[in-house]
T-cell receptor
């Protein structure tokens, strides 16, 4: 079966622009996570969705970051008014109900000029 | 929150050599994952190992949960083993988001 997919694979944007990153989890997985990997900070959690429960947004670094998950499947991470420090690889992961083993997508490399 | 430390940070081997990577964590956990990040950035699942020992080909892992550490063994290393190896543990309760170590960068030379 297909793994986690993310798009775009690369995104270059200008400071101040908004960007949207997409994640398609593994079919049947109910939990979805967003992480960020940057040179100075390593891999850090951003946000978690589980079914219809309220998301855990505790890792979002500022109110410029938001995410939604429609129909319990596809998720979109939106960064408004991008800053250079937002440059990083954004990784999405999913897991199935009853297991916390997470499977990762290939990531979106975001570069803010 | 829980802390995860990996050692060594860097490791250079000749092809064919064996190695051991270590992961220490600061609190009890109900699972632990080892990943290999390849040169293209993809995180590949290696082991999901809350306790005990698992083997997959040339790789094996052991987690001693009571002593809060896990070991990843790579035998007869190959150049394709190069990359960064991460261990990660979930926070307890709630989202069980993963907390990652800083990784071990492995370089296997031909």
């Amino acid at each position: 079966g297909a793994g986690v997919s993310q798009s775009p694979s690369n995104k270059v944007t200008e400071k101040g622009k908004d960007v949207e990153l997409r994640c398609d989890p593994i079919s049947g997985h109910t939990a979805l996570y967003w992480y960020r990997q940057s040179l100075g900070q390593g891999l850090e959690f951003l946000i978690y969705f589980q079914g219809n429960s309220a998301p855990d947004k505790s890792g979002l670094p500022s109110d410029r970051f938001s995410a939604e998950r429609t129909g319990g499947s596809v998720s979109t991470l939106t960064i408004q008014r991008t800053q250079q420090e937002d440059s990083a690889v954004y990784l999405c992961a999913s897991s199935k109900r009853g297991s916390n083993e997470q499977f990762f997508g290939p990531g979106t490399r975001l570069t803010v000029l | 929150g829980i802390q995860v430390e990996q050692s060594p940070p860097d490791l250079i081997l000749q092809e064919g050599a064996n190695s051991t990577l270590r992961c220490n964590f600061s609190d009890s956990v109900n699972n632990l994952q080892w990943f290999h990040q390849n040169p293209w950035g993809q995180l590949i699942n290696l082991f999901y190992i809350p306790s005990g020992t698992k083997q997959n080909g040339r790789l094996s892992a052991t987690t001693v949960a009571t002593e809060r550490y896990s070991l990843l063994y790579i035998s007869s290393s190959q150049t394709t083993d190069s990359g960064v190896y991460f261990c990660a543990v979930p926070t307890q309760g709630g989202s069980e988001k993963l907390v990652f170590g800083k990784g071990t960068k492995l370089t296997v030379n031909p």
